[in-house]
């Protein structure tokens, strides 16, 4: 690929703004005013307006999940700045560089390189692992799960920061940023369709982001779908049915709720599939879902060992009660992010269920759901119900989500 540098000099430009001509006002900017920076100058950038607003699932609406609403303008500014490897200071890093689309914008990668080859300490997150990233982040139910492994973000305008600012990773500060992002012409003109002028200022940087991130939405897994034809199917009774109706086929209860409403099956599940959705609810669904509503748990001591190297949110507040506790993510297409957990550990499902298995280690700070009713830490299943497990997995993924072009990298080089 060929870097091609330009820098920004003596640029002399004369801006007339006609006042019914006679009272014309001139500016001049001299060119000792104008920010010269080197900025990495791409081919070309697609920066169509897409429709980021689509239509929720019918089942998170009739599960009480708020449709969100995006400003497509702002997101597609958003896109491009996340796409944009001249937001690091070595012009090799982007959001996009350790958030890869093809792997549910996670990195197959255990460790992420930085700036500079620099290695992450911990494995990134996949951003398309919810059904849409800014319903998921609010607090519709009265909880609101927060960001980073350790939980210390509460939004995307609190993350990106730590992304851009941070010396491992982008290698910038917001005077670098400003100056880069107003010596590319593109900038000039998405800034001027979102905000009518061209001023570009850290807040305004954020709120694009932020806008981009939360429009990362992913609906139509086999999962998904077949949870709304239940939800479609008792159309026309009271939302409180729906409700229980869309639970139970999702924890597979089997029974019937008021004397007209029949359980719907879930659609083309196979009875492999249907058996690790028992296993899953029984196990695992309390700390992890794909359905926001469904979980309970978000962030705990899951076992992975007696001694942690990184102490997650016990790091943070030192609490010893916090020791060895991380974020707990939902698993919506959790087969395109390998590898899995906070320092990437498990290269893939099958090792993951493995240690569900047996592996689990007894820290103090353990999370009680992982524990047996006669205290052993094993889950013990048998090598039918890890497949049976793997499979129901693999329903909470949706393959378009890595090839969706309205969240795609826009830039070629
Ligand atoms: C060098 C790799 C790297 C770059 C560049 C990077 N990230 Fe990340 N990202 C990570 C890692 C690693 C984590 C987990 C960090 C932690 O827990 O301390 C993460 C976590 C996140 C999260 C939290 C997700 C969750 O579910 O809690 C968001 C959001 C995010 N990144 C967005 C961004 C944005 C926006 C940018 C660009 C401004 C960016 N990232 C740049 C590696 C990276
Ligand atoms: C008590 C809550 C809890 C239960 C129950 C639980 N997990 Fe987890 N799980 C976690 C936590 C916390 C993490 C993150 C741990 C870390 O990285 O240190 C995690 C991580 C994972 C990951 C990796 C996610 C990623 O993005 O890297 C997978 C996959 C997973 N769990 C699957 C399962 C399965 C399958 C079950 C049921 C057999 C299960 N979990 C039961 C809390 C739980």
Redesign the pocket.
Known sequence: MKKTFYALFAISVVIFACQKEKNATTLEIHPEDLPQVNVLSPKTVDITVFDFNRPQASFLTGLGAPQSTFNNNLATLGKV??YDRN??STYT???????KQTKAFA?DNR????INGQL????????A??SN?KMHYSSFDGKS??????G??SS?GA??????L?P???GMDWKGIVDRVNALPYYKLLFAQNYGDTEVTEARILSA?SE??GAISCQNSKLDIALNRVNGNIVGTSEEIRFTVVQHAYYGTNDTIGSDTTIVPLKDFTIQELRGRDIFAASCTKCHSPVRSFQVVFEANNGLDINYLDNGKGSITSKSSDMGVF?S?SLRNIALSAPYM?DGRFATLEEVIDFYSDGIQPHANLHPLLRQPDGSTKMNFTPEQKKDLLAFLQTMTANDISHDKIFSDPFQY
């Not at 992450?120 to 951003?127: E, F, H, K, P, V």
């Not at 799960?145 to 350790?150: G, I, K, T």
């Open positions: 700045l996340f937001l690091s890093v982007s959001c996009g560089s350790c958030h990195d460790f992420s390189k930085g992450s300490t911990r494995n990134s997150m996949a951003l692992n919810v990233f799960p927060s960001l980073l492994w350790d210390r973000a995307v993350q990106a920061p730590l992304a851009l941070n491992h990773e982008m982001f981009f991130v974020k993510p906070h």
